[in-house]
């Protein structure tokens, strides 16, 4: 064959993009396309659109409201706050209502953690180890930088909290900034979901097989595709200031219990009224840290939600379960990641842990023995 026609037929071949079918695995060999709609089907793919999944209608839907919350998981926090709001509640099918923690490393008390996972089926996810400033950083890091925030953090929920590797499917990235390194990590590493990117438009999550219409800054819009990984957007809410905020920490008009709770409700209506799209109360433990009447106003909120026959409150793993196979409420009963399931205990019990010491700057509480030499930390989450 003449040189020059090889040459020519090798540029077109790397010129043409690929099917997302073809770049299975492989996102670095095209960039993202628009969906399309014939060959995106649940359950592995899901076109980017405010839709119902499943095309059921909206009073054929449960609302699903996923509560979770960031950084470090403190005993303290969790004593004086999310003990007093969130256990003994549970959804109309008679199960336990469930929670995602993103957890980030220091400070975190591991045997809490597994307390929390045992006894109450919440949900571990992982939000880095370091949790680093300036923010600034996590849209620079390098691939490498990014896999050791990710999986040492997943390493080390593993072994000091003894969640299961498989358990711990999702990321939300530190102060909400994103970037295609980390997407590409994620999606390597197979996680199930991304957990970070805001919007201000109702969106059920979908995947990133194709392009993502998710662009606003501090996150990234993937350029390239990332099959089978779930973007779960993170739904502004809307102030009556008419400001966005992403989180309930970054919320400004809010002050009493009354404009909290009213905040929560009319948030929550916006999806209730249209198209059932997800819900998240998403904030840091350092939200109820301003005044009692913001935990009053969560647990205003939650018994409201109790009453409510077509609302589940479940983790974002629960929540995606439904997204891939769209059942309908009159026979939710039987959908299977709903239900009450059986749970090994906690090895041990927080209070009185079987590894506690302290490393200077920071203590290690785990129900994993012997404790490490060292603390365990990015580069090294054995603490070898």
């Known amino acids: 064959m003449n040189v020059l026609v090889l040459a020519l037929l090798v540029q077109l071949a790397v010129a043409v993009p690929l099917s997302p079918a073809g770049r299975h695995g492989d996102p670095l060999r095209g960039p993202a396309q628009p969906c399309d709609k014939a060959r995106c089907k649940l359950p592995s793919c899901r076109c980017a659109g405010t839709d119902i999944p499943g095309g059921l209608a909206a009073d054929k839907t449960p609302q699903i409201v996923m509560f979770s919350f960031d950084d470090g998981l403190r005993a303290i926090d969790y004593e004086r706050y999310y003990s007093k709001a969130f256990p003994n509640r549970n959804n109309p099918n008679g199960c336990e209502i469930g929670l995602t923690f993103f957890v980030s490393h220091n400070y975190t008390n591991y045997a809490l953690l597994e307390d929390l996972h045992y006894n109450h089926g919440y949900e571990i996810a992982d939000h880095s180890v370091d949790h680093r400033e300036p923010t600034t950083w996590w849209q620079k890091a390098s691939k490498e930088e990014w896999s050791h925030e990710i999986m040492d953090q997943k390493a080390i929920l593993e072994k000091w909290g003894n969640i299961p590797a498989d358990s711990i499917r999702g990321f939300r990235s530190p102060f909400l900034v994103t970037s295609e390194t980390e997407i590409e990590v994620l999606h390597e590493n197979k996680f199930l979901y991304e957990a970070t990117m805001g919007t201000q438009t109702n969106y059920w999550p979908f995947t990133l097989d194709y392009k993502s219409p998710i662009c606003n800054s501090p996150a990234t819009c993937p350029n390239n595709t990332y099959p089978g990984l779930w973007l779960v957007p993170n739904i502004n809410y809307r102030q009556s ?85 769209p059942t309908p409420l009159d026979k939710i009963g039987d959908f299977a990641p709903w239900k009450c399931p059986s749970r090994p205990k906690p090895r041990c019990n927080y209070k009185t842990p079987s590894c506690y010491k302290n490393y200077g700057e920071f203590s290690l509480t785990s129900c994993t023995t012997p404790c490490p030499p060292r603390y365990p930390h990015y580069g090294d989450p054995d603490g070898k």
């Open 241 to 325: 200031s008419g400001y966005p905020c992403a989180m309930l920490d970054a919320c400004t008009a809010p002050h009493s219990q009354e404009e909290w709770f009213k905040l929560l409700m009319d948030n929550f209506n916006d999806h209730y009224n249209d198209n059932r799209s997800p819900f998240g109360v998403y904030a840091h433990s350092a939200w109820f840290w301003l005044g009692e009447e913001r935990l009053a106003a969560l647990s205003a909120f939650l018994d409201k939600l109790a009453i409510m026959k077509d609302v589940y409150i479940v983790t974002h793993s629960q929540m995606l379960a439904w997204v891939q196979d």
